[in-house]
């Protein structure tokens, strides 16, 4: 796991010193994306933070994530790795009377307090990423098989075929 990031952060003093943060994160440590994925393993995520302020100096990130993220497929209901790579700008407001005011391609994020977590970040990225439905590429709804099997299988075919020649 790279570490070139602080657990807790000022944002409104990262933004003003333009800085910028990367590195990996265990998938286990972002308790959001938990429940949503497969046994995580010591998968990791990859990240990239960029904090600066826009023209009406409201506090803006840029968050990247990229990696493989295990996950169950919803068609064969088999674990396959499904890869993210997502980016987005981030605007963090105090209050919900800021949000009115944002751009269009910012998406909010609301604190009460002058901290915020790097992995509840990289974790809101993550599940924005992430497919309603995972399905693994090749992969084939439950019971497909079978169901080629029955349809090729048919027991009373043989006592048809003998009715018709005793006929």
């Excluded at 409104?12 to 429940?35: C, H, M, T, Y």
């Excluded at 023209?55 to 790795?81: A, I, N």
Aim: hydrophobic residues 40%.
């Amino acid at each position: 796991m790279s570490r070139d990031y602080p657990d807790w952060l000022d944002p409104f003093k990262a933004a003003q010193a333009r800085r910028e943060f990367s590195g990996s994160i265990r998938l286990s440590d972002l308790r959001p994306v938990r429940g949503l994925i497969d046994d995580p393993g010591e998968a990791e995520i990859d990240f990239e933070l960029s904090f600066d302020l826009d023209d009406q100096r409201e506090v803006r990130v840029r968050v990247h994530v990229s990696g493989e993220v295990p996950m169950v497929c919803q068609r064969s209901l088999r674990p396959f790795g499904q890869w993210i790579d997502s980016e987005s700008v981030v605007a963090i407001v105090a209050s919900e009377t800021e949000v009115d005011r944002l751009p269009e391609d910012y998406e909010p994020l609301l604190i009460s307090e002058p901290r915020l977590s790097v992995a509840d970040l990289v974790a809101e990225e993550v599940l924005l990423a992430l497919p309603l439905v995972p399905k693994a590429p090749d992969s084939e709804p439950v019971g497909t098989q079978a169901a080629k099997e029955a349809e090729s299988h048919r027991p009373f075919a043989v006592l048809a075929a003998l009715s018709r020649k005793r006929d």
